[in-house]
T-cell receptor
């Protein structure tokens, strides 16, 4: 298995909903990342997990809550989002000792 | 601090013509360099990377890039483009620690 998978592909939620995004990789990678990408812009780093521990939080609002239950799985829990949070959410992973990041297909989120 | 500048936001080109997408970076330390491609409504796919060694790097889909340390550049080239190469291209730099710094992207539009 040589890819990063993300579910769901699309998500529509209201501002009072709670939802979760899921990311999986089975390549034995030790670092996993969440990015947010708005249309026609580069991805913006949100969180980095290294060996299942949160190592970087780029001052992301608390309505986004990451979780890394094991080395293959990364979740992003969403609560009380705003319409401006609508974006493509990308997950990536990288092997130990290598800066190369491999991206999943993304979850397109619409907040109404 | 590191930064990446992609010198062209849009590059229109005819099918079978050569193309060069330009990328300059600034960093006070050694860097790793990457080019990613993003097709509409998809995630980022790694085209090629420079970590060390030969400054001419060959990637997927016939693309190549040359690392020029004195000019702090990492331009992407393809000798003959296809319609299917139409996409957004991102140059990125890392100096370690899990942070990728992206350029603003170049939209390559291949016309018949």
């Amino acid at each position: 298995d040589t890819e990063v998978t993300q579910t769901p592909k699309h998500l529509v939620m209201g501002m009072t909903n709670k939802k979760s995004l899921k990311c999986e990789q089975h390549m034995g990678h030790r670092a996993m990342y969440w990015y947010k990408q708005k249309a026609k812009k580069p991805p913006e780093l949100m969180f980095v997990y290294s060996y299942e521990k949160l190592s970087i939080n780029e001052s992301v609002p608390s309505r986004f809550s990451p979780e890394c239950p094991n080395s293959s799985l990364l979740n992003l829990h969403l609560h009380a989002l705003q319409p401006e949070d609508s974006a493509l959410y990308l997950c990536a992973s990288s092997p130990a000792g290598d800066e190369t990041q491999y991206f999943g297909p993304g979850t397109r989120l619409l907040v109404l | 601090a590191q930064s990446v500048t992609q010198l062209d936001s849009q590059v229109p080109v005819f099918e079978e013509a050569p193309v060069e997408l330009r990328c300059n970076y600034s960093s006070s330390v050694s860097v790793y360099l990457f080019w990613y491609v993003q097709y509409p409504n998809q995630g980022l796919q790694l085209l090629l990377k420079y970590l060390s060694g030969s400054t001419l790097v060959k990637g997927i889909n016939g693309f190549e890039a040359e690392f020029n340390k004195s000019q702090t550049s990492f331009h992407l080239r393809k000798p003959s483009v296809h319609i299917s190469d139409t996409a957004e291209y991102f140059c990125a730099v890392s100096s370690g620690g899990g942070k990728l710094i992206f350029g603003q992207g170049t939209e390559l539009s291949v016309k018949p």
